[in-house]
């Protein structure tokens, strides 16, 4: 299952609530997790299964989404979330897929 | 809490095999996924292969007929064979545990730091 994103890459400022899609080329029900990665860092769970928050992960993340379409949502931008954000599916294994990354920059 | 270290030689040979360890520290590794994932310089995540504690594993088809994923239990450590490596095997690799135990689609909550490979003669 190929999984991509969209925007690849992303300006926004401090405050803003940025949206950020994951598209699977075919239907992986809710077996869809988010995860957040800083430079020289491992990635971060955020949500698992869809929309289920991490513990620990601050409320303004959020996700939504079933079948194939699915939403990474931030709202009110802090400093710490410029970062990469990667999705991942886990309905078809082996392989586990990861989609390429939406770099989240600052403008 | 528990905690994850990827340790082995950060200079493998063109051809040779890649072997890493993951050492998990705080807690025990039975009932539980354990994953590798590596991430090529600037590019982005991909997954090599998972074991459960009862020695079922799955791996990448891309990769499969190279890798090989194993568990020692009694030292708490899950290892990583990759063979006839080349350049396109250059890569931070990471091991990671799964959110739930004996479950593998809930992501992935714990992670080492990375190990940074390099392939070249």
């Known amino acids: 299952i190929q999984m991509t994103q969209s925007p690849s890459s992303l300006s926004a400022s401090v405050g803003d609530r940025v949206t950020i899609t994951c598209r699977a080329s075919?239907?992986?029900?809710?077996?869809l997790n988010w995860y957040q990665q800083k430079p020289g860092k491992a990635p971060k769970l955020l949500i698992y299964?869809?929309?289920s928050l991490q513990s620990g992960v601050p409320s303004r993340f959020s996700g939504s989404g079933s079948g194939a379409d699915f939403n990474l949502i931030i709202s009110g931008l802090q400093p710490e979330d410029f970062a990469t954000y990667y999705c991942?599916?886990?309905?078809?294994?082996?392989?586990?897929?990861f989609g390429q990354g939406t770099r989240l920059e600052i403008k | 809490q528990v905690q994850l270290q990827e340790s082995g030689p950060g200079l493998v040979g063109p051809s040779e095999t890649l072997s890493l360890t993951c050492s998990v520290s705080?807690?025990?590794?039975?009932?539980?996924?354990w994953s590798w994932i590596r991430q090529p310089p600037g590019k982005g995540l991909e997954w090599i292969g998972y074991?459960?504690?009862?020695?079922?594993?799955n791996y990448n088809p891309s990769l499969k007929s190279r890798v090989t994923i194993s568990l020692d239990t009694s030292n708490n450590q899950i290892s990583l064979r990759l063979s006839s490596v080349t350049a396109a095997d250059t890569a931070v690799y990471y091991c990671?545990?799964?959110?739930?135990?004996?479950?593998?689609?809930?992501?992935?909550?714990?992670w080492g730091p990375g190990t940074t490979v390099t392939v070249s003669s």
């Open positions: 075919e239907t992986i029900n809710n077996f």
């Open positions: 074991i459960h504690t009862s020695g079922s594993t």
């Open positions: 705080g807690g025990s590794i039975t009932s539980y996924y």
């Open positions: 299964l869809a929309s």
């Open positions: 990671a545990r799964d959110l739930v135990p004996n479950y593998y689609y809930y992501g992935l909550d714990v």
């Open positions: 991942q599916q886990t309905y078809n294994s082996p392989p586990i897929t």
